[in-house]
C-alpha cells in the first residue's frame, strides 16, 4: 500500500536568508522579479506554509506600481504610490528580498522622513478590468487633480483650496517664500469686495463639490 505523504503546514513566520528579518501574515515584502533590472514587486503576506520536504511557499496579494495598471501612471500619482490588488499568487519564500511599510494615505502625508521600505496605498485595483475603489477621490487646483504628496502646494486663505505653483504662474522658490496667499478667484471677490460700499456681514463661500472619475 502507498504511503501517504505528508500534507503542507502553516507557519508562524519566515526569517529572511542573509538578514534578521522575519516575516509575518499581515507584513508587507519586497520580492525579486524575474528581470533584475526592474524594481523588486511589492506583496502583502496572507500565508505561510511548508510542504513534506519543508520547502517553505508564501500566499501573497499583489500590490501594483501606477506603471503596472491599465491606465498607466498618471499625473497625481505619487512616486511611492501603490495599488493594493485583487491578484493572489503563491511565491516561494527564497524570493522575499526584504520588508517594506504600505502606510495607509493620510498616515504617509504625516511622516516626516520618507524612507526606502515606505510606501502608500489609497485605492483597491481590479487586475481584469482596471477598476479602481473607491472610483474617485477630492480633487484640488486649477487643473483639478488629485492630491500628488510628492509635489508642493499652497492653500489659499479665502477658500481654503490648495494650489500647484506652476499652475498660479509661481516658481517653488517663490510659493516657499510665501506668508500669504490668496488664489486668483480669491483676489478679485476681495478687490470687489473694498470697492463696495456696503459692509458684507457673512460672505460664506459655497464648498466646492468636485471629485476625480476614474474611467478605464
Not at 511622516?111 to 483597491?124: I, K, P, S, T
Not at 479665502?158 to 517663490?174: L, Q, R
Request: proline share 5%; net charge neutral; aromatic share 10%.
Amino acid at each position: 500500500m502507498a504511503k501517504t505523504k505528508p500534507g503542507k503546514k502553516d507557519l508562524d513566520s519566515y526569517a529572511i536568508k542573509g538578514t534578521n528579518k522575519v516575516v509575518r501574515p499581515g507584513d508587507c515584502v519586497l520580492m525579486r522579479p524575474s528581470d533584475s533590472d526592474k524594481p523588486p514587486y511589492v506583496a502583502l503576506v496572507e500565508k505561510i506554509e511548508a510542504d513534506h520536504r519543508n520547502n517553505v511557499k508564501v500566499r501573497v496579494r499583489w500590490y501594483y506600481r501606477p506603471e503596472e495598471s491599465i491606465g498607466g501612471r498618471r499625473q497625481f500619482h505619487g512616486a511611492k504610490e501603490l495599488f493594493l490588488s485583487d491578484h493572489y499568487d503563491v511565491q516561494s519564500a527564497h524570493t522575499i528580498e526584504g520588508k517594506c511599510i504600505v502606510h495607509t494615505f493620510k498616515n504617509y502625508t504625516k511622516l516626516e522622513n520618507v524612507g526606502a521600505e515606505d510606501y502608500f496605498c489609497r485605492f483597491e485595483y481590479k487586475a481584469a478590468t482596471g477598476g479602481f475603489t473607491p472610483d474617485r477621490v477630492a480633487v484640488y487646483c486649477k487643473c483639478e487633480m488629485p492630491y500628488n504628496p510628492d509635489d508642493l502646494m499652497v492653500q489659499c486663505e479665502g477658500c481654503k483650496d490648495w494650489f500647484h505653483p506652476s499652475c498660479m504662474e509661481m516658481t517653488i522658490e517663490e510659493a516657499k517664500g510665501l506668508d500669504h496667499f490668496l488664489c486668483s478667484d480669491c483676489t478679485s471677490e476681495d478687490d470687489a469686495k473694498r470697492s463696495m460700499n456696503t459692509f458684507l456681514v457673512s460672505a460664506s463661500l459655497e464648498p466646492k463639490v468636485r471629485a476625480f472619475i476614474f474611467m478605464v
